[in-house]
């Protein structure tokens, strides 16, 4: 029933197209991709290629109903290879097209694939990825098999190149949150109004305190409690640019006190605007400061002494 298998395949590309849309990586996506692939007779074995633009090749990232001899050989295509220039050069392929091409040659001897089509996926005109489709048991695909599956190719261009764009920005807050934390100073990150949106781990090594107990709690908070009242107006005399700097010293959720060098510096947290506090702690530099001056103290009394 051609009909009724229009509308299947209709069917799978709507469910498809939905959940690819819901995918949080590109590995995700591709097996979302071939488990709907293998539900479409006569297909029961393909691959997606991932294009590396660095190295320029192409990389078999997912696959399904190949033999490891198989995958072991096909699993890599560099630019000097002729299946990688048959790929970038975006054609669609099937074996009828390729002929006596030696892309098919190794599946049809080694794995007995009868049928072979291979799909091309761009994006803005360029080639990013590629879908193999294969058969074991089929002479041809039919025409409704090769419209559902290029389709679907034409699906995961857009797709992929969202799902990579988010990957990177993802990448990219786990590096800066690497950094953030490996950074010795104590970091408060606060809205306008002086309440905690985040601290960095130093602030728990020091202060003992987790982001839980801290969040949306006043930094006002994380100083000594009759100390409170000058650190507001000092931190409002920062905010507004009449000091640069606060000495007020902070206490630890245990009750230790901490002398420290806090400065502040307007910016942006997740969309809204914030305010940065960068507080360092000076006990090895006042420790540091008293023992010159005891060694002063006492050169001084020893020249004296010396007179």
């Not at 295509?77 to 030696?102: A, C, F, H, T, W």
């Not at 107006?233 to 007020?248: D, L, Q």
């Not at 506090?277 to 060694?295: F, H, M, Q």
Request: one cysteine or more.
């Amino acid at each position: 029933m051609p009909g009724k298998q229009v509308e299947n395949l209709l069917i799978m590309q709507r469910d498809l197209a939905l959940s690819l849309h819901g995918s949080s990586t590109t590995r995700e996506a591709y097996e979302k991709i071939l488990d709907m692939l293998m539900r479409i007779d006569p297909i029961d074995s393909g691959g997606v290629y991932e294009l590396d633009t660095e190295n320029r090749s192409l990389h078999l990232a997912a696959h399904r109903g190949l033999l490891p001899e198989t995958v072991r050989q096909v699993e890599n295509y560099s630019k000097d290879q002729e299946q990688y220039r048959l790929i970038m050069k975006g054609d669609v392929l099937y074996r009828d097209d390729i002929g006596s091409n030696p892309l098919p040659e190794f599946f049809r001897i080694k794995d007995r694939i009868k049928t072979l089509g291979v799909i091309p996926v761009a994006h803005e005109g360029s080639i990013i990825a590629a879908l193999n489709i294969a058969s074991h048991g089929a002479d041809y695909f039919p025409d409704t098999v090769k419209a559902a599956v290029e389709s679907v190719a034409a699906q995961m261009g857009g797709v992929i190149r969202n799902i990579r764009y988010r990957e990177q920005i993802f990448e990219q807050q786990k590096n800066l949150l690497s950094l953030f934390n490996t950074i010795d100073d104590m970091v408060f990150i606060l809205d306008n109004s002086g309440n905690i949106l985040g601290i960095n781990e130093a602030v728990t090594k020091k202060l003992g305190y987790s982001i839980d107990e801290l969040r949306s709690r006043s930094v006002l908070e994380v100083h000594p409690a009759e100390l409170r009242e000058e650190a507001a107006v000092v931190v409002g005399r920062m905010i507004s640019g009449e000091e640069k700097v606060c000495h007020i010293p902070v206490q630890s959720r245990e009750g230790r006190r901490l002398p420290v060098e806090t400065k502040i510096t307007p910016g942006s947290w997740s969309g809204t605007p914030a305010i940065f506090g960068i507080t360092r702690d000076v006990s090895e530099r006042i420790l540091l400061e008293k023992k010159v001056r005891e060694t002063s103290e006492r050169l001084e009394l020893a020249l004296r002494g010396g007179n």
